[in-house]
């Protein structure tokens, strides 16, 4: 990906062993306000788009007609680990509209969760589409799919919900989409640049319940304001133990919304400063964008650095598996400046 600015260095023996490079945007109250690499380069967002999928669900007063909750808002939006409670949550939404896994368009994939693969073995049971990182954004395509009427096959391209998807991410993004791929959950995944990304970002920071008249907002900035606090509120259920979207959510404790996406993608939204942030790791490499939105992060004065759950991403020792000190990661001089 060309014009990627170096971000994050990994040393080992003293010695650097590996550097990642990439794309940033904080896009504020004004417009973009910092920017690494190109703004402009047009990305797959994959997961890290999932609010912006479950928009329509919520903004179309679906969701209030269902009495959906913030757990199941959470989860509409994750990326979990199949774990007992995701599987649990999952399983009981579809019975309450009155479908069961077979109408999910997921697949099956082994639950990332250990216990729950463990308890599998030993049960000598299958995975099964609930288990599936992406079945809660699923009971949510399924949940405004039966309101629309519309046809089972939800994840093609021109059904209603996809199209109705395509729209609103054009529109919170302020920019025509570039192109689309299917996700590894089947869905379509619209490409916009990573400036576009922090856009939308910055629009559900912004957005509120109510005006400071009082007055309620509009049907958009309502449910974008659902959303992003049912994030903060269930961070267990964006991700799961362990991994950077919770732990990191915790550390800052509720005051960010926080995900990603396959292919090093990140996005956070910050309500209290009304801004968003776009990133995107050119190599694809986790480890890299995990450590570059911690770095993010913390120049914007929302994580400590020196938070265990930031450290563990970035600044911290890396260690083998004897526990010996084997290197670490820090940023790249530049990023974030």
Known sequence: MPDAQPMVELWRGGLPENRHAGHAVIWGPGGIE????????????????????ALPLVETGVAGV???????????????????????????????IGLGESDLRCGVHEPHDRDERDRLIRAGQDPCQLHNNCSGKHCGFLSLT??????????????????????????????????????????PSFAVTVAGLARAMAG????????????????????????????????????GEGRACTELMRAMGGRVALKTGAEAVFVAILPDQRRGIALKIADGGTRGAEAAITALLVRA??????????????????????????????????FPG
Request: charged residues 20%.
């Open 66 to 96: 269902l009495g959906l909750t913030d757990a199941q808002l959470a989860l509409a939006c994750a990326s979990h680990q199949g774990a007992a409670r995701h599987v649990r949550l999952a399983g009981d939404w579809l019975a309450a």
């Open 34 to 53: 910092a920017a690494w690499g190109d703004p402009g380069a047009v990305i797959l967002p994959r997961s890290s788009s999932k609010m912006i999928q």
């Open 301 to 334: 004065g929302v994580l400590a650095a020196e938070h265990p759950a930031a450290l563990r991403r970035l600044g911290g020792p890396l260690t083998n598996w004897r526990g010996r000190t084997t290197g670490r990661m820090q940023t790249a001089p530049g």
């Open 146 to 187: 039966r309101h629309l009427k519309a046809g089972p096959e939800y994840v093609e391209l021109d059904h209603p919900l996809q199209v109705m998807i395509r729209q609103t991410t054009e529109e919170v993004a302020g920019e025509a989409v570039a192109g689309w791929g299917i996700d590894g959950c089947s869905a």
């Open 204 to 239: 559900f920071a912004a957005a509120t319940a109510a005006t400071e008249a009082g007055e309620a907002g509009d049907a958009r900035s309502r449910a974008m304001h659902r959303l992003t606090r049912a994030m903060a509120r269930h961070p267990e259920l964006v991700a």
